[in-house]
Every structure is written in C-alpha cells, then in structure tokens.
C-alpha cells in the first residue's frame, strides 16, 4: 500500500505528541493520531504511567477519543498513524474498532527489541494475512523522525530505561 498525500502531515502531529510525552513522568514518547475524513477525531500519547493503566497505550487512548467524539465505536474510514509500529493489543483494537489504515513510523526492526515480544510475532504481517481486505497497512512514514524517538536495535539499553522485563 503506498504513502497518502497527508501521512506525513498527521505523523508529524503523532511525533509532537510523542516529543510532549517525553517530558512527562509517567508518559512514554509513543504518539497517535486518528484522522477520519480529513478531521482528527482522537490524538494522544502513551498514558501508561500516568493513570496508571497497563492498557493505556497511544493507540487505545486515540481510539477512545475518537469513539467518544463520534459517539460510536465504529471507526470505519478512519486512518490511525502512530510514532511507532503497534503492539498485538492496539493493532487488535484497530480491527476492532473497523479502523479503515494504520500508518506507522518506526517498526520493530527500526528500533531496540525491548519494545516488542520476544516470540518475534509481527502483528502487522497478522492483520496483512486475516484482514488484508477491510484495513490496510503502511509503515515507515517519516521512520528516521519516529525512530529517533527511541532506543535504537544495537543500544545498550540501562536497566532503569527497560520498557520490558526481558533479562539483561
């Protein structure tokens, strides 16, 4: 699936919101964005720490936005762009929510392991297979931008800055 007009446009408001979230304790620099015929209907950022609620990821908050403008969980036409490749529960939120595409900026080989399962389970490939008719998929809009947001694939990562649980 190629690039639309405006991805590049609504990730940079994806990687403001991620910049924002970086200054806040409890937050993580992950960013999302939900736009539905050229009008974003929900926006925000890794909420983790800060309610705190395991769930809260960019992703699921953007979709709860969005739902709540609209009154209605249906999200069919609506594109979501988010900083950096969704996990299983956001991606699985999307199909969920008839999210039409999602756009993302850095994907899982762009940036350290510590941000996605080790059982190398490419959920994008997952909604690719099962969905491929209804929503459509589009990685590395604006990746060097998103990718810089992160822990890069070589870093050493400290243990206090460790998103998983993952033995060092």
Same mark, same amino acid.
């Given at each position: 699936?190629?690039?639309?007009?405006?991805?590049? /446009?609504?990730?940079?408001?994806?990687?403001?919101?991620?910049?924002?979230?970086?200054?806040?304790?409890?937050?993580?620099?992950?960013?999302?964005?939900?736009? @539905?015929?050229?009008?974003?209907?929900?926006?925000?950022?890794?909420?983790?720490?800060?309610?705190?609620?395991?769930?809260?990821?960019?992703?699921?908050?953007?979709?709860? /936005? #969005?739902?709540?403008?609209?009154?209605? #969980?249906?999200?069919?036409?609506?594109? @979501?762009?988010?900083?950096? %490749?969704?996990?299983?529960?956001?991606?699985?939120? +999307?199909?969920?929510?008839?999210?039409? /595409?999602?756009?993302?900026?850095?994907?899982?080989?762009?940036?350290?392991?510590?941000?996605?399962?080790?059982?190398?389970?490419?959920?994008?490939?997952?909604?690719?297979?099962?969905?491929?008719?209804?929503?459509?998929? %589009?990685?590395?809009? @604006?990746?060097?931008?998103?990718? #810089?947001?992160?822990?890069?694939?070589?870093?050493?990562?400290?243990?206090?800055? /460790?998103?998983? +649980?993952?033995?060092?």
């Amino acid at each position: 699936m190629a690039a639309a007009p405006d991805d590049e /446009r609504y990730m940079r408001r994806a990687i403001a919101l991620a910049k924002d979230a970086a200054g806040k304790p409890g937050a993580a620099p992950i960013g999302c964005v939900i736009v @539905l015929d050229g009008t974003v209907i929900g926006e925000g950022h890794n909420e983790v720490g800060l309610r705190p609620d395991p769930t809260a990821h960019a992703e699921i908050v953007s979709i709860g /936005r #969005a739902a709540r403008r609209l009154g209605d #969980a249906d999200l069919r036409g609506a594109t @979501l762009y988010s900083t950096l %490749q969704p996990c299983g529960m956001c991606s699985l939120a +999307s199909v969920w929510a008839k999210v039409s /595409r999602i756009v993302y900026g850095a994907g899982r080989d762009d940036v350290h392991p510590m941000y996605f399962d080790e059982r190398h389970m490419d959920t994008v490939d997952f909604i690719a297979d099962a969905y491929a008719e209804r929503i459509g998929v %589009q990685g590395g809009v @604006l990746l060097a931008d998103c990718a #810089a947001l992160y822990y890069g694939p070589d870093d050493d990562v400290p243990e206090d800055k /460790r998103t998983d +649980s993952a033995p060092t």
